[in-house]
T-cell receptor
């Protein structure tokens, strides 16, 4: 069975541009979460979606947005990119969401470099 | 907001020595999870602890959850080179919709 897949794996953008990152969860998983991991630090929670609804939001500016589609895949959008947005963006899926997320299965991540 | 701290940040050990990483939350947690991230890889789930005072073992790994559900530890007995990586604890808030990761402890094992 396929694990969590993310695309693109690497991308380079310039300041002020916009980026869209994509994630396909494990088949049967209905919850998708997004995390930002800066080099040398732990993943920082951005969003959780469960059954296509936002169930949690971390402390990120409104430039960050996300959505979940009927097939449970998800997109993370970041507008007006800043140098500090350079990071590994991790998508994680889980079977449950809301009150009991349970084990997270992470994808390989999308490494974003902002120049 | 909820904060999760981990110590130490780095640990170098000789193969065969024991290793422990500690995790402390600023707030009471619903449960705590532990993940391992190999260099260049993504976090991989190790275990979830739910009950106050819970202790779980996985071969050479022992996980503990504090009585107040605000702290946790991971102990590895007789480290091996395959244990190399960064170990993260992640606290789950009471709403269950957010994991807050600690900064991680990077374990390096000298053969």
């Amino acid at each position: 069975d396929a694990g969590v897949t993310q695309s693109p794996t690497h991308l380079i953008k310039t300041r002020g541009q916009h980026v869209t990152l994509r994630c396909s969860p494990i088949s049967g998983h209905k919850s998708v979460s997004w995390y930002q991991q800066v080099l040398g630090q732990g993943p920082q929670f951005i969003f959780q979606y469960y059954e296509k609804e936002e169930r949690g939001r971390g402390n990120f500016p409104d430039r960050f947005s996300a959505r979940q589609f009927p097939n449970y895949s998800s997109e993370l959008n970041v507008n007006a990119l800043l140098l500090g947005d350079s990071a590994l963006y991790l998508c994680a899926s889980s079977f449950r969401g809301g009150g009991d997320t349970g084990e997270l299965f992470f994808g390989e991540g999308s490494r974003l470099t902002v120049l | 907001g909820q904060q999760v701290m981990q110590i130490p940040q780095y640990q170098h050990v000789q193969e065969g020595e024991d290793f422990t990483t500690y995790c402390n939350s600023s707030t009471t947690l619903s449960n705590i999870q532990w993940y391992k991230q190999r260099p260049g890889g993504h976090p991989v789930f190790l275990i979830q602890l739910v009950k106050s005072g819970e202790v779980k073992k996985q071969k050479r790994l022992t996980f503990q959850f504090g009585e107040a559900k605000k702290n946790s530890s991971l102990h590895i007995t007789a480290t091996q080179t395959t244990d190399v990586g960064t170990y993260f604890c992640a606290g789950v808030n009471n709403a269950g919709n957010m994991l807050t990761f600690g900064g991680g402890t990077r374990l390096m094992v000298k053969p």
